[in-house]
C-alpha cells in the first residue's frame, strides 16, 4: 500500500472518530448485555459418489468428496482438507436412521430434554450471524437460527436454548469440558480440530477477505505491503495471515476487538470471514470487503467428541432444514442483502466412523 494511504487510515476526520467510538460502545454494549424429512442428497465418501440433488430447486450436479474441484461461493477454488484417516475434513457421521426430532430414550438428547435446556456456545458480536439486537434484546441472527432448530427438533420449542457467550479461542474447551452441548460460532471445520471435538456437516460456506477503509486502494492481500492486519485468535483467519509475506500479523481476542483497533486506526485492515465482515461493513459505512475468498471456510455444529448420537440427530435436523426451505430463508433475512443472493447449501458429507 502507498504511504498517502497509510497517512489517510491515521488521520482520519472528527466525524469519524466520533462514529467509530459510538460503533464500538454499541457493539461493546451488545458483548456485555448477551452474557446472560426426506433427506437432501449426499456425498459419502467411502464409495466417492456423485449424485444429483434431490432438495427442491437444487439441481446442481455434486461433486465427488475429496476431490477438491469444486467451486464455491463467489467462484473461488474449493479443496477439502483430508485428514489422516483418508475422510475429507467436513465428512461426519451420517444422519440418525429414525430422522429429525425423534429422540431415542437413554439418548445425549433424552439428557438434555430432562435438563430443559440446549446449552449452545455462541457469538454476540457478529452481526448477522450471531448477535443482540439492542432494541428487543434478543440474540439473532443465521447461527441463532441453526441453534434454535436444533432445540425445537429435541423439545418441540425454539426457544428451550441457554446461550453462552464464547470467544473464539473457547469454542473447542467448553465442549471438551462439556461446559455446553453444541457450538454454533462460525466455526470452520478443520482436521486438527477434529482430533479434539465432533462436527455436524457443514451447514454454511464462507471464505476470508479484507475489511478496509472505504478509501482504501486494497483490492486484495497483495496491496498490504508493510501494512498491520488484525485477525481474531486461535482462528483459521489468522493462521493464513501469519503466513502472508510483508504483512503484519495483530492478534485480538474477539472480531469486536479488531473492528475497534481498525477504526481507532491502530491497524490498517482485519481479514475473517466474509460473514463476519459482512456484519462489521453493514454498521459502518467507511468500511468495505474487499479481495476474492482467499480460504475455504466450512462451518459445522461443534460438539463434544464422544457424543455422536447427538452428531447424527443434529445431522438430521440440518438436512431437514434444507429440504424444507428454512436455510434459503434464513439466509435471505440476514445474509442476501450484503453478500447477493443465496448459494446452493452445501452439500453434507457423510461416512465417518465412530
Not at 7 to 15: I, M, T, V, Y
Not at 253 to 273: K, P, S, Y
Not at 288 to 295: C, F, I, P, W
Request: aromatic residues 6%; hydrophobic residues 40%.
Amino acid at each position: 500500500m502507498n504511504r498517502a494511504f497509510t497517512g489517510r487510515s491515521r488521520r482520519r476526520r472528527p466525524e469519524r472518530r466520533r462514529l467509530a467510538a459510538a460503533v464500538v460502545s454499541g457493539l461493546v454494549v451488545l458483548a456485555l448485555a448477551a452474557c446472560a424429512m426426506p433427506r437432501a442428497a449426499t456425498t459419502r465418501f467411502e464409495d466417492l459418489t456423485v449424485t444429483r440433488g434431490d432438495v427442491p430447486g437444487d439441481g446442481r450436479e455434486r461433486q465427488e468428496a475429496g476431490s477438491g474441484a469444486a467451486g464455491g461461493p463467489g467462484g473461488f477454488p474449493r479443496k477439502l482438507q483430508e485428514c489422516s484417516d483418508g475422510a475429507p475434513a467436513t465428512a461426519s457421521y451420517a444422519p440418525q436412521d429414525a430422522g429429525p426430532g425423534v429422540v431415542p430414550e437413554g439418548s445425549t438428547m433424552a439428557r438434555i430434554r430432562e435438563r430443559g435446556a440446549l446449552r449452545v456456545g455462541i457469538s454476540a458480536d457478529t452481526l448477522r450471524m450471531s448477535a443482540r439486537d439492542p432494541f428487543t434484546g434478543n440474540i439473532e441472527g443465521f447461527d441463532i437460527d441453526v441453534a434454535r432448530a436444533v432445540a425445537k427438533a429435541i423439545f418441540g420449542d425454539p426457544g428451550r436454548v441457554r446461550f453462552r457467550v464464547i470467544t473464539s479461542a473457547q469454542r473447542e474447551q467448553v465442549l471438551i469440558d462439556h461446559e455446553v452441548d453444541i457450538v454454533v460460532r462460525t466455526y470452520t471445520i478443520t482436521c486438527e480440530r477434529w482430533e479434539h471435538v465432533a462436527f455436524s456437516a457443514e451447514y454454511y460456506h464462507a471464505g476470508q477477505k479484507l475489511l478496509v477503509p472505504s478509501t482504501s486502494r486494497v483490492k486484495g492481500i497483495g496491496d498490504l505491503d508493510g501494512q498491520r492486519v488484525c485477525a481474531s485468535q486461535d482462528t483459521t483467519s489468522l493462521a493464513l495471515l501469519r503466513t502472508w509475506e510483508d504483512v503484519e500479523p495483530v492478534a485480538a481476542a474477539t472480531h469486536t476487538q479488531c473492528l475497534a483497533m481498525f477504526q481507532q486506526g491502530r491497524v490498517d485492515a482485519l481479514t475473517g470471514d466474509d460473514t463476519v465482515l459482512a456484519g462489521f461493513a453493514a454498521q459502518d459505512p467507511y468500511a468495505k470487503v474487499v479481495g476474492d475468498a482467499v480460504s475455504d471456510e466450512p462451518y459445522g455444529i461443534g460438539i463434544p467428541a464422544d457424543q455422536v448420537d447427538l452428531v447424527r440427530f443434529v445431522n438430521a435436523v440440518l438436512e431437514q432444514r434444507v429440504s424444507d426451505g428454512s436455510w434459503r430463508r434464513s439466509y435471505d433475512r440476514w445474509l442476501a442483502d450484503v453478500l447477493g443472493e443465496a448459494p446452493a447449501p452445501p452439500t453434507p458429507v457423510y461416512g465417518r466412523a465412530a
